[in-house]
């Protein structure tokens, strides 16, 4: 009898283990844990501590520019934005924390679109316009994507996204993440409107 109640045990535990292994290998699942996570506050943005119209306790490096086109084919090279506050993340559809982060900048993208002193760039790093535009369209996004047309400076895109900067309106990096983030806290508007306020 024990040795039954052993075995209906292994099996329900076996069963278990690979239902949790299908959710968490399962792409609309892992980036559904992953919101998750970071409404909780797991992936905060760590941004720069200053006030309004304070100078940025962080040094600021002067980037270099990058050409970008738009979903008409707009060309438009980075530099060109000085005077504004530039949010540019880099991204690709088969990403599942570019994916996850995406609602948050949405909300971030929504307070600030109607401001011109501040310019949303999402570069899709893989050139996939038709796959960008269905996943925007099946997760009611409706944000600017960009593609690059030139090398991205290494001081933007290392490597791994998603990958996220900001400029100043002076053109330099006053924020740089790697990996996901929520990017509509509190703090991370605050500091948006310290650089339009600089």
Known sequence: MAEKKNNTKNILSWVLIIVLAILVLTPTTRTAIQRGLMKI????????????GEPSATPMVMTETATLSDESGKRIQTHELQGKVVFINFWATWCGPCRAEMPSIQKLYDKYKDNDKVVFMLVEIEHNAEGAKAFMEKEKLNMPIYYPESEIPSTWLSGSIPSTVVLNKQGALAFDHK????????????????????
Request: hydrophobic content about 40%.
């Open 41 to 52: 506050g797991l992936f905060n943005p760590s941004v720069p501590k200053q006030t309004a």
């Open 179 to 198: 990996g996901m983030a929520d990017y509509s806290t509190k703090e991370f508007e605050d500091f948006i409107v310290s650089l339009i306020n600089q």
